[in-house]
């Protein structure tokens, strides 16, 4: 396996796999997600692919075809009298492809950016998993995250 920056030619993959990742979003909050649509449009990801402040890592298996990917964000909080300004890297979106996982690949990918990150400079890495996603948060669990802060809500519809 190898992990590399994400590239134009690979939308392909990507697309297939922000579908799956959708569908799994869209079963845990149904009424959130709309269920067969991605998060970006192709143009979108051709943006995103150029932009150095939104890293984006692909894992190809060894016939080169992406496995996974992981969608980052550099992120430096606004000034603040109260905060200390550290650099932070965001997990916008991690996923391996449903028919490769257990094969560690998300682990792979997971030690590659926190390798990334503290080539940058970053004081921490953060990501968000919806609630529901049990096997997501037991992943990142297992790599060592932990709970930063929680989001609450109350539904009005």
Known sequence: MN?????EKDIPRIN????????????IRPDI??????????EELKVILHDPAQPVFAAEDETGTVCGYCFCQMQTPAHSDNMVPVK???IDDLCVDAASRGQHIGQALCRYVLDYAKSEGC???TLNVWEGNDSARAFYE?????IQKTCMEICLK
């Open 88 to 90: 932070t890297l965001y």
């Open 123 to 125: 004081y921490n890495v």
């Open 3 to 7: 992990i590399r920056r994400a590239e």
């Open 16 to 27: 297939d796999l922000l579908y799956q990742v959708l569908s799994i979003h869209a079963a």
């Open 142 to 146: 297992k790599a060592g995250f932990g």
């Open 33 to 42: 997600f709309i269920p067969g649509t991605k998060k970006y449009s192709d």
